[in-house]
């Protein structure tokens, strides 16, 4: 059975950092890219940043020289750095890679 369960939200002030982490079970996916996306109160889930399986990664606009994506394959562990946090940012953060999503981690972020 995959599983993959997110940890490291929580509340900060702006300009404030957190860490999230993504540890899959079930399967490896080392071979496979994987992403954070999160979803607001009131708004869609929106992408927000992926890991390629080749290394590349890709971020939203808005969080672009704040946030890094990176991975521990060895660990089967996916990482969200986030730094400079605004208040906008806050939305529950889910770890996804192929079908499979957590169940997602609060990020509160208050000004």
């Known amino acids: 059975q995959v599983q993959l369960v997110e940890s490291g939200g929580g509340l900060v002030q702006a300009g404030g950092s957190l860490r999230l982490s993504c540890a899959a079970s079930g399967r490896t996916f080392s071979s496979a890219n994987m992403g954070w996306y999160r979803q607001a109160p009131g708004k869609e889930r929106e992408f927000v940043a992926i890991?390629?399986?080749?290394?590349?990664?890709y971020y939203l606009e808005s969080v672009k020289g704040r946030f890094t994506i990176s991975r521990d394959n060895a660990k089967n562990t996916l990482y969200l750095q986030m730094n400079s946090l605004k208040p906008e940012d806050k939305a529950i953060y889910y770890c996804?890679?192929?079908?499979?999503w957590g169940q997602g981690t609060q990020v509160t972020v208050s000004a």
């Open positions: 996804n890679a192929m079908e499979d």
């Open positions: 890991s390629g399986h080749l290394g590349s990664t």
